[in-house]
């Protein structure tokens, strides 16, 4: 089992719709959770961090997270073309280290 | 703020060269440097973790030998690629992390290094 599960995708949605992306990690110690986009040929960005239970808003993005079920989540309101990219989901697993571990990514297409 | 930069954003180079790849946080003093690698349609795989001031520790199945890295001061590190092949060919990508109380990572923009 890899430490941290995402669907590869892709995950295609019309414009305007909510895109609803997926983790799954393996290490239920782990403390810190986050989403980075990349486009391609580029290097990831920070788009939110997640600590705690529950959901986390900001702009049209809201993580989601579920400890007890070791499942963390994206949704993309309002979604649009421009959001079309790889989202990599990261995790602090519980190993001491500061070191993130990262899902292979779910590549994203918005559908203009 | 939390800007990484990288130096070069590309390199090509002869097989059997070195290649020194920057890595430079602008706006904070980075604690710990980490180093990746990405294949194409591939994730980013850790190679090292830097600490400014001591060795950096390598990922299992990373030679530290061939992938020389130096955290030299809190704004700068560096990594350099010996006796590069072609099957290192890569987008190598830095992050940094601001401080002891964050986990979050801010990466470089990458260098993609093409050897041939």
């Known amino acids: 089992q890899k430490e941290v599960e995402q669907n590869s995708g892709p995950l295609s949605v019309p414009e305007g719709a909510i895109a609803s992306l997926n983790c799954t990690y393996s290490?239920?110690?782990?403390?810190?959770f986050f989403w980075y986009r990349q486009y391609s040929g580029k290097s990831p960005e920070l788009i939110m961090s997640?600590?705690?239970?529950g959901d986390k808003e900001d702009g049209r993005f809201t993580a989601q997270l579920n400890k007890a079920s070791q499942y963390v989540s994206l949704l993309i309101r309002d979604s649009q073309p421009s959001d079309s990219a790889t989202y990599l989901c990261?995790?602090?697993?519980?190993?001491?280290?500061?070191?993130?571990?990262f899902g292979s990514g779910t590549r994203l297409q918005v559908q203009p | 703020g939390a800007v990484v930069s990288q130096h070069p954003s590309w390199v090509i180079c002869k097989s059997g060269t070195s290649v020194k790849i920057e890595c430079r946080s602008l706006?904070?003093?980075?604690?710990?440097m980490f180093w990746y690698r990405q294949f194409p349609k591939q994730s980013l795989m850790l190679m090292a973790t830097?600490?400014?001031?001591?060795?950096?520790?390598?990922e299992q199945g990373v030679e530290k030998d061939k992938f020389l890295i130096n955290h030299a001061s809190l704004t700068l590190s560096t990594l350099t690629v010996t006796s590069a092949h072609p099957e290192d060919s890569s987008f190598y990508i830095c992050?940094?992390?601001?401080?002891?109380?964050?986990?979050?990572?801010?990466f470089g923009p990458g260098t993609r290094l093409t050897v041939l």
């Open positions: 990261a995790v602090r697993l519980d190993t001491g280290r500061r070191a993130l571990t």
């Open positions: 992050s940094a992390i601001s401080g002891t109380s964050t986990d979050t990572q801010y």
């Open positions: 997640i600590y705690s239970n």
């Open positions: 706006d904070f003093q980075a604690t710990t």
């Open positions: 290490d239920r110690g782990s403390q810190s």
């Open positions: 830097s600490n400014e001031g001591s060795k950096a520790t390598y």
